[in-house]
């Protein structure tokens, strides 16, 4: 196990994990890494490696991890944060120089050599909801499934008094920007959501929360939008894998395509009255016919295909239970990623099990 101690820093190394214990003592640290305190990066998440010698203070390193595509919610929210608060980003001393060399080698040697870590994993870097947050303007907090704003603080517009506070629903919350402080001393973070009206002055738009430069506030501004954009991401890579083998090979544009899923939603409530869906894996529309049983133990086409299909041989045909089952699995795909109420769901959840 090897251990670089840096200047805001220190990191443990084991060849599958990189445990980052953050300084947090002193009036001059990083708001955010105290609020932070640890993490836990599996080798698996990093992309690449760099080290750069001698461009830091006073001629010391720099040791920066690059992590895969929506591995790292914190680089991913809005404005970027100035260098020295990066999480993954490690200054030291010249004097420790090839210490830190040999670990970027070692760290390079072992991402390189490692799979891909499960992107439902992204939540572990970020802290577990609940996550409450207390600015001058109101509170946030977040509870995994749900979003609320509460405008309370004795720096809250009229407007947004009046209003008190407004709900989002994860599924309906597309992603979170962030600013930081302007020069009349306001930073914010914004919900961007489906169907909710934006307006330009942050301090009346009724999807953001501002935060003043007084103690953390923004970097616990900060800290919400990068919470919440990890648990979209887990929340959309456990909708894709709902699918199971037949959504093998989906496309992110079919993914991203919302006549996709609204073609995806129809097929999946005309399974449960026994007909024949064509599930689309594109978002031109085209994609592959799923069997499903009909009442009478054939099957039959929703809709006709752009060329002939091929004939469905008896012994392909899925026994009764498996289709069930797999059916109640695409549901749950289409459940997360709220396309189907909890009520709606459970419906025909229930009446699929009843054919058991």
Not at 32 to 48: C, N
Not at 124 to 143: K, W
Not at 177 to 201: L, M, Q
Not at 326 to 332: A, F, N, T, V
């Amino acid at each position: 196990m090897d251990e670089l101690r840096g200047d805001q820093a220190v990191w443990v190394f084991d060849s599958e994990t990189v445990r980052i214990r953050f300084e947090t003592k002193g009036w001059f640290k990083s708001p955010l890494f105290k609020l932070l305190g640890s993490l836990e990066l599996p080798v698996g998440a990093v992309q690449e490696v760099d080290f750069l010698p001698g461009v830091g203070h006073k001629n010391g390193w720099v040791l920066n991890l690059r992590l895969r595509e929506r591995m790292d919610p914190f680089a991913a929210v809005g404005s970027m944060l100035d260098d020295k608060y990066q999480p993954f980003r490690l200054t030291g001393p010249a004097k420790s120089e090839l210490v830190a060399e040999y670990l970027a080698d070692q760290l390079r040697f072992a991402a390189g050599r490692a799979e891909a870590p499960d992107p439902r994993s992204v939540i572990d870097l970020v802290p577990s909801p609940p996550l409450h947050v207390l600015t001058s303007e109101g509170t946030a907090r977040f509870e995994s499934d749900r979003l609320s704003l509460v405008w309370s603080g004795g720096y809250a517009s009229g407007y947004k008094k009046k209003k008190q506070r407004r709900e989002f629903d994860l599924a309906e919350i597309t992603g979170l920007e962030w600013a930081p402080v302007d020069d009349w001393g306001w930073g914010f973070v914004r919900v961007v959501g489906r169907g909710r009206p934006v307006d330009a002055k942050p301090k009346n738009d009724l999807n953001v929360l501002r935060a003043g430069e007084e103690g953390n506030e923004i970097h616990q501004a900060f800290l919400l939008a990068a919470t919440v954009t990890a648990h979209i991401w887990a929340r959309e890579s456990a909708a894709g894998r709902a699918f199971g083998p037949a959504g093998a090979g989906l496309s992110a544009i079919a993914l991203d395509d919302p006549e996709w899923w609204k073609r995806t939603a129809r097929g999946a409530v005309e399974a449960l009255s026994g007909r024949r869906v064509a599930l689309g894996t594109s978002a031109d529309g085209g994609g592959a016919e799923v069997p499903v049983e009909a009442g009478d133990g054939g099957y039959e086409a929703l809709e006709a295909p752009a060329e002939e299909p091929a004939a469905v041989p008896e012994s392909a045909r899925p026994a009764d239970t498996t289709w069930i089952f797999e059916q109640i699995e695409r549901l749950g795909g289409l459940h997360a990623k709220g396309l189907l109420t909890d009520e709606e769901f459970s419906t025909k959840k229930a009446e699929l099990l009843d054919r058991i």
